[in-house]
């Protein structure tokens, strides 16, 4: 046993240091010339389930011969491109060795030179799916049966003989097909073991052996042909949640972007059933007749579909198919203010909508859908036979889609798509790169900076979205998480908040927990939950979570601008509300204007309530919570009670309890501070509604000072024992 355990340590420590962390992507890369290549074996494993190879590559020149990227052996699979002399220019091809020896095939011609471009072949025992920037290309469903099982564990990557002519990063191999979500989402992101069977991250930037850097096979390749010259910083593209760069612009100088046409544009002409969208991040100032993006025709100054700005700083609409039709209309609501401002264009088939910042505009953009011929794609100008109508800002996180989004994708998807598998997404700019083209997340149409265009660190408010459930355990660590829709914490499932995170609810959204939290920020680095729009957000909800999970704990959190419902279950506490669960630990945390309008008593708790609960809170402070009804910090309710530590300050209730108010309850009261807190009727501080049957509540070490009520109790109120110490100290209440 102790034998398996150290194996089972050793192993686990192994993939732990193989896996590099997120932000060295993309490392290394590996170029190669005429000759070069990389040999190894090791690769244990059967191919019943099928194959998936993909790999990043970047060719210098293409060529009449061909160029493999990688050959799992004897011939079982292989990614290539085809040769112009055997395939064609710009082919790319991979093919499988059947059980009887023949090999199927499947090809496109979609490869350009000087681009770094994601290509992968998988094949599932009956589909041949080949795939380029996440997309498919070309599908073979002639049934190639079964594949070639009998593998000599040897691999290359490039071969001496049919050399690749340039970059080639991130090689990855599984004996089974690959979804094309996973292949859509894993290009560009590091993979684990349990992803792939070998993967060769080209990471180590030194010497004669790549190493497989999984280590499920300890798969290790050797150069040939090789030096450490070969080894170059990877520029291959990583797309995040993170804001990164924004694409700047400047009229002044004509700047703009081009956009290739490979596939999936003009958006306007390739929407299914004539329904597209396009969403952004933009900011600048109000400047007249501006685009934003555009599409025209190179033929003249007619045929256009432009979004852009206006000299009141609204969003301009235009849309016109040269001689008749279309549609020339501004928002109702300002854009161009100089401050970021998200958009999205939603039009399917001339029923359109423009939301701004995820609320639909006042302005009717309906009209009557016509043909129009375009073949020209800008970000920021409009293009015809010249450019013109250059705008002056920042524009972040550009995407064009072949569906209408649903007024809650805007609102899913506005803080960004981080790592999309959205197979309605043609096209998705995030100008995250350091120079060099823009790359296109979606179907692969890179864009061309001109004139200058720029790229300047973005400060649009940009990150993880979460809405609907997690059904696995996930980790919070980006600076800021934004909560886009109501979020259920699944049972059996822990959350985990990282100190120093900011959540951010993006409306009256709430995060219902049926598993566990752990929200443990430090001293010097907390936790907050907050919302910065008039709507607020709805709090952190336990409603009969099962008891089977662990506790939920928060250290070192701040919870402020919570506003809770004016019906059950809602009006249970603002921040925190516990309905039939015992496992809320809070500590070093802070309650901060808060508010409850709860018109009934069996509500009430300004900033938390518990009904049918226990909790724990220590070293804690509620200060400017309110409720319309009763208990302006803390509501308890046939529940038992914890304090200590804590501060109550200038908390308020409209009726009765300006802090806390104990209904058939227990709390125990140790070392706490209530001060500055005020109810309509009674109670200013503390009122104890306990009835028989409930332990003794007691305050101990305590002091209640200043606080007032509109008729008795400025400081307590109790109808019935409570326990004092003789240690507590009670005046200047009213």
């Known amino acids: 046993m102790r034998k398996h355990y150290l194996y089972f340590l050793l192993v686990l420590f192994i993939s732990l240091m193989a896996v590099p962390l997120f932000s060295?992507?993309?490392?290394?890369?590996?170029?190669?010339?005429?000759?070069?290549?990389?040999?190894?074996?090791?690769?244990?494993?059967?191919?019943?389930?099928?194959?998936?190879?993909?790999?990043?590559?970047?060719?210098?020149?293409?060529?009449?011969?061909?160029?493999?990227?990688?050959?799992?052996?004897?011939?079982?699979?292989?990614?290539?491109?085809?040769?112009?002399?055997?395939?064609?220019?710009?082919?790319?091809?991979?093919?499988?060795?059947?059980?009887?020896?023949?090999?199927?095939?499947?090809?496109?011609?979609?490869?350009?030179?000087?681009?770094?471009?994601?290509?992968?072949?998988?094949?599932?025992?009956?589909?041949?799916?080949?795939?380029?920037?996440?997309?498919?290309?070309?599908?073979?469903?002639?049934?190639?049966?079964?594949?070639?099982?009998?593998?000599?564990?040897?691999?290359?990557?490039?071969?001496?003989?049919?050399?690749?002519?340039?970059?080639?990063?991130?090689?990855?191999?599984?004996?089974?097909?690959?979804?094309?979500?996973?292949?859509?989402?894993?290009?560009?992101?590091?993979?684990?073991?349990?992803?792939?069977?070998?993967?060769?991250?080209?990471?180590?930037?030194?010497?004669?052996?790549?190493?497989?850097?999984?280590?499920?096979?300890?798969?290790?390749?050797?150069?040939?042909n090789m030096t450490n010259a070969n080894w170059v910083t990877s520029t291959v593209p990583n797309a995040t949640y993170l804001p990164g760069n924004a694409g700047s612009f400047n009229s002044s100088t004509s700047t703009y972007i081009n956009l290739e046409q490979r596939s999936g544009l003009p958006i306007y002409n390739n929407g299914t059933a004539n329904a597209y969208s396009v969403s952004m991040w933009v900011k600048g100032a109000a400047q007249n007749a501006k685009a934003v993006y555009a599409e025209g025709n190179t033929s003249g100054t007619g045929p256009i579909f432009l979004l852009g700005s206006t000299s009141a700083g609204k969003m301009w609409v235009y849309i016109y198919n040269g001689s008749s039709g279309g549609m020339n209309r501004n928002s109702t609501t300002t854009v161009f203010d100089d401050t970021w401002h998200h958009?999205?264009?939603?039009?399917?088939?001339?029923?359109?909508?423009?939301?701004?910042?995820?609320?639909?505009?006042?302005?009717?953009?309906?009209?009557?859908?016509t043909a129009i011929s375009l073949n020209t794609c800008t970000i920021g100008a409009y293009r015809y036979n010249l450019t013109a109508y250059h705008f002056t800002g920042q524009i972040d996180e550009l995407c064009l889609w072949k569906t209408a989004l649903t007024a809650s994708d805007v609102k899913h998807y506005l803080r960004g798509l981080g790592l999309s598998t959205d197979s309605n997404l043609t096209g998705m700019y995030q100008f995250n790169e350091s120079s060099g083209p823009a790359y296109d997340f979606g179907y692969g149409n890179t864009g061309t900076l001109l004139n200058s265009a720029t790229r300047v660190s973005s400060t649009a408010p940009i990150g993880p979205s979460y809405w609907g459930s997690l059904s696995t355990n996930t980790t919070w660590s980006n600076s800021i998480v934004y909560v886009v829709d109501d979020l259920t914490v699944n049972d059996t499932v822990t959350l985990t908040v990282t100190p120093g995170i900011q959540v951010k609810f993006d409306g009256w959204y709430a995060i219902s927990v049926q598993g566990r939290v752990l929200a443990v920020g430090t001293s010097a680095d907390s936790i907050r939950f907050t919302s910065d729009k008039a709507a607020k957000w709805r709090g952190l909800r336990f409603y009969s979570t099962p008891a089977t999970n662990d506790s939920s704990k928060f250290e070192y959190c701040v919870f402020t601008n919570a506003l809770a419902g004016t019906t059950s279950p809602d009006y249970m506490g603002s921040a925190i509300g516990a309905s039939s669960f015992s496992k809320i630990l809070i500590n070093f945390s802070s309650f901060r204007s808060n508010h409850n309008p709860c018109p009934a008593f069996s509500g009430g708790g300004g900033a938390a309530s518990f009904y049918n609960s226990n909790a724990i809170i220590r070293n804690s402070a509620f200060i400017g919570n309110s409720c319309t009804n009763a208990s302006g910090a803390i509501a308890l309710q046939a529940s038992n009670l914890t304090i200590e530590s804590c501060k109550f300050l200038n908390n308020t209730a409209t009726y009765t309890g300006g802090a806390l108010v104990v209904s058939n309850s227990s709390a125990q009261i140790k070392n706490c501070i209530f001060k500055g807190n005020s109810a309509g009727t009674t109670s200013g501080a503390v009122e104890f509604r306990t009835s028989s049957g409930w332990n003794v509540s007691s305050i101990q070490n305590s002091i209640i000072d200043g606080n007032t009520a509109g008729t008795d109790g400025g400081g307590i109120l109790f109808s019935r024992d409570i326990q004092f110490s003789k240690h507590y100290k009670l005046y200047n209440n009213q």
């Open 24 to 224: 060295a992507w993309p490392g290394t890369a590996l170029n190669f010339e005429s000759g070069d290549y990389i040999s190894g074996s090791g690769i244990g494993c059967t191919y019943t389930n099928g194959v998936t190879l993909e790999a990043w590559v970047k060719h210098n020149t293409f060529g009449t011969g061909i160029q493999r990227y990688i050959t799992i052996s004897p011939e079982i699979a292989v990614l290539r491109y085809g040769g112009s002399t055997s395939g064609g220019l710009g082919q790319l091809h991979f093919y499988i060795k059947n059980a009887s020896g023949t090999l199927k095939h499947v090809t496109a011609y979609v490869l350009v030179l000087n681009e770094w471009m994601h290509v992968a072949g998988a094949y599932d025992g009956t589909t041949m799916n080949l795939y380029c920037n996440g997309n498919i290309v070309a599908t073979n469903t002639a049934s190639p049966g079964p594949m070639w099982d009998i593998g000599d564990g040897t691999f290359q990557i490039s071969r001496s003989d049919e050399a690749m002519r340039g970059e080639i990063d991130e090689v990855r191999m599984h004996n089974d097909d690959k979804p094309w979500a996973s292949i859509r989402e894993n290009r560009f992101r590091y993979v684990g073991l349990t992803d792939y069977v070998c993967v060769w991250s080209l990471d180590d930037g030194s010497g004669t052996t790549a190493y497989e850097s999984e280590t499920w096979f300890n798969a290790n390749g050797t150069l040939y």
């Open 343 to 369: 958009i999205a264009w939603v039009d399917n088939n001339g029923t359109a909508t423009l939301y701004i910042d995820g609320v639909a505009d006042g302005t009717n953009f309906n009209y009557t859908r």
